[in-house]
């Protein structure tokens, strides 16, 4: 009975195929649809070629930068740069009144000047100052307000 179906299958489609009227339009066609889509499996196919070429190569490229960067030492910052590094971080507590503290750089060397409020600010503010990033040192001259700056006898903003 399955042969017999298969057969009639088989003569139903030559007769489609071979139709003395129609036969050749439709062979023309069923021969462009099946090459219409061979050429979209194909393109379709390098698409996805391309992209995984280029998503591996973006992996590689990646992971070349991640070691690289992971095995070079930070470079140094300028002054300029440390010192607003510095603020930036530092200024952050709302705590710290930025109008009273002045931060310089000088070689790496950060230089803490002004007053503040409390005695311990005077090493907390160090402290935080020297957990930064590229702060070789810290230059602390922060002062009480009502005593004299440190910096030795006879030091002044006029000098």
Do not use: C
């Not at 070691?67 to 140094?76: I, K």
């Not at 040192?137 to 006898?153: E, F, I, Q, R, Y």
């Amino acid at each position: 009975m399955l042969g017999a179906l298969f057969w009639m299958a088989v003569g139903a489609g030559a007769m489609y195929f071979l139709d003395p009227d129609r036969g050749k339009r439709r062979r023309n066609m069923a021969r462009d649809r099946v090459m219409a889509t061979a050429r979209d499996v194909q393109r379709e196919t390098e698409q996805r070629a391309r992209y995984a070429t280029s998503t591996a190569e973006g992996m590689a490229q990646r992971v070349q930068h991640d070691l690289s960067t992971a095995s070079s030492t930070p470079a140094a910052l300028d002054d300029y740069t440390l010192t607003q590094k510095v603020e930036s971080e530092l200024f952050r507590d709302p705590n710290i009144d930025k109008g009273r503290i002045n931060i310089n750089a000088e070689n790496g060397v950060i230089v803490l000047r002004g007053e503040v409020r409390q005695p311990d600010e005077i090493n907390s503010i160090e402290v935080r100052v020297r957990r930064i990033e590229g702060v070789q040192a810290v230059d602390n001259k922060l002062h009480l307000p009502n005593t004299p700056a440190p910096g030795g006898a006879g030091y002044s903003y006029a000098d």
